[in-house]
């Protein structure tokens, strides 16, 4: 994985609304002379982090965010992961076999490599050589697509581009949860406006593994009530 560089001239974040990327755009942001948010629509269950992620885009004073309609990506994904397939349940963590922890239900067939290539396309069109995404080393489950050998390998395929290579970063491919937590903190970053439910209810379940993975790692931090995940009206 190639490391983030100091100092930018543009960048471009991909923002889900949840707690890795909104602490990976503030990051970004402080550091960058332009930052350029991109969320996509790609079919999921619910949108309630996209409704977040506009206000945190507001927030970090981003040149432009832009939520892009993908919804022909939930289709084709349809019966392969409990994200974008209204007719599979997403588990809770606790009932979760070793084997899907390796391979977790709620995994998004190749989601990050197709939102990555319209990342380095966005980045191309407006020059920036840079872009982000908030890869994060989940404690008790994985996804191949959030390693640093997949960050590698996809940017030997970018350097092909000779005119213009495009680089992805993902800082925190190596961090557990609680340590992008504590970045985030020490920047500000407010929680409270983000969404990690997998299932996307009034008030978030509890018991999803993106439910759980965030309850550990505020406790680890040391924090409770101040960062609790709140609705798009908060």
Known sequence: MNASPETLEKAVVLLSGGIDSTTLLFDVS?????VYALSFAYGQKHARELDLARRQARRAGAAEHRVIAL???GTLTQGASALTDAALP???LARMSGAERARPPTYVPNRNMTLLALAAAYAESIGAADVFYGAQRQD??????????????LNSVLALNTAFPVTVHAPFAGMRKAEVVKIGLELGVAYAHTWSCYRGGETPCGT???CVERRRAFE???????VKETGPSA
């Open 140 to 153: 008790a489950y994985g996804y191949w697509d959030c390693t640093p050998e997949f960050v590698r390998r």
């Open 220 to 226: 680890e931090c040391g924090i409770d009530e101040s």
């Open 30 to 34: 402080r550091r960058a002379q332009g």
């Open 90 to 92: 997403v588990p809770d």
């Open 71 to 73: 919804d022909c990506f």
């Open 208 to 210: 999803c593994p993106a």
